[in-house]
């Protein structure tokens, strides 16, 4: 069965100081993986999706996560947080035709 | 282009109540999926509708729970009658292909229902 574990439910970061939330996943086939954004009040946005073209992608807002399959990992990753980055983070695997979630990450940035 | 929408925004009812939540997907859309996040837990997978037709129910946590789309548009979620565990935030998500096998279409969110059974 597919399942995503987030290492850390919450994370705190200075501005400027680099990004990184942790995702690792299980899947018994060639994962699917994405990485949601939801900012207080708003719905579920996409910042990047794996689908096995590229083991780093690059999405939305400067951020990017890399695929390693040794290590079963999608970490997120962005070099230089911003006050309008504090959201909460969700990793996900496509499982047939559907999500699996991880708990998600809420990122915490300081001033 | 709007995005999904849903219907109430938040919710609050007394146990043994009826509530309907309402999600109108992007146009176009066949696909649309209903999720939930009950407090603290991860957002799981409830149904999946391919135009007016379930695809996949196997996530509807039991028979309280009904959800239809009516000519394939906007779809309905309904809980009846709510218990106290049946709180939590309820997303809606629609997307123009499957996305797997095969394909690799996104699923776009809506801002979700916040019930709250008390």
């Known amino acids: 069965a597919q399942s995503v574990t987030q290492l850390g439910s919450h994370v705190s970061v200075s501005e400027g100081a680099l990004v990184l939330l942790r995702c690792n996943y299980s899947?018994?086939?060639?994962?699917?993986l994405f990485w949601y954004v939801q900012y207080p009040n708003q719905g579920l946005q996409l910042l990047l999706k794996y689908t096995s073209a590229a083991t780093l992608v690059k999405g939305i807002n400067g951020f990017e996560a890399e695929f390693k399959k040794s290590e079963t990992s999608f970490h997120l990753t962005k070099p230089s947080a911003h006050m309008s980055d504090a959201a909460e983070y969700f990793c996900a695997v496509g499982y047939g035709n559907k999500l699996v979630f991880g708990a998600g990450t809420i990122l915490r940035v300081k001033s | 282009e709007a995005g999904v929408t849903q219907f109430p925004s938040h919710s609050v009812i007394e146990k043994g109540q009826t509530v309907t939540l309402r999600c109108d997907p992007i146009?176009?859309?066949?696909?649309l999926y209903w999720y939930r996040r009950v407090m603290g837990k991860e957002i799981k997978f409830l149904l999946h509708f391919v135009k007016e037709s379930k695809q996949d129910e196997s996530g509807m946590p039991n028979n309280r729970f009904l959800a239809e789309r009516t000519g394939g548009t906007y779809s309905t979620l309904k809980v009846q009658p709510a218990e106290l565990e049946d709180s939590g935030v309820y997303f809606c998500?629609?997307?123009?292909?499957?996305?797997?096998?095969?394909?690799?279409?996104?699923?776009?969110f809506g801002p979700g229902t916040r019930l709250t059974v008390l």
């Open positions: 146009s176009g859309h066949d696909n």
């Open positions: 998500a629609s997307s123009q292909e499957p996305p797997w096998p095969g394909g690799t279409d996104t699923q776009y």
């Open positions: 899947s018994s086939v060639p994962p699917y």
